[in-house]
């Protein structure tokens, strides 16, 4: 089952990194096994930021949490 702890838990792996470079992320909802973030910071305003999305925070989120279908941000 995909708890709002086990996604905020492996959200804070990838948020040191991101924090590294400036920016954060939010969880902003888990509906349907899908799991909406938002970006942050330097993060959100990155051309780059959909490459973070996915090859990063839905490939991390997707690995520690088999069940999550994907990640999507808004």
């Known amino acids: 089952m995909i708890t709002r702890e086990r996604v905020l838990e492996v959200l ?3 948020r040191f990194g991101l924090k590294a470079e400036g920016g954060d992320i939010d969880l902003v909802d888990i509906k ?3 799991v909406y973030v938002k970006l942050k ?3 959100g305003t990155c051309p780059m930021s959909t490459i973070t999305m996915k090859s990063w925070v839905e490939a991390t ?3 520690d949490i088999p069940e999550i279908k994907s990640v999507q941000a808004v």
């Open 12 to 14: 804070n792996k990838v």
């Open 61 to 63: 989120l997707k690995r």
């Open 32 to 34: 349907e096994d899908v």
């Open 41 to 43: 910071g330097a993060c």
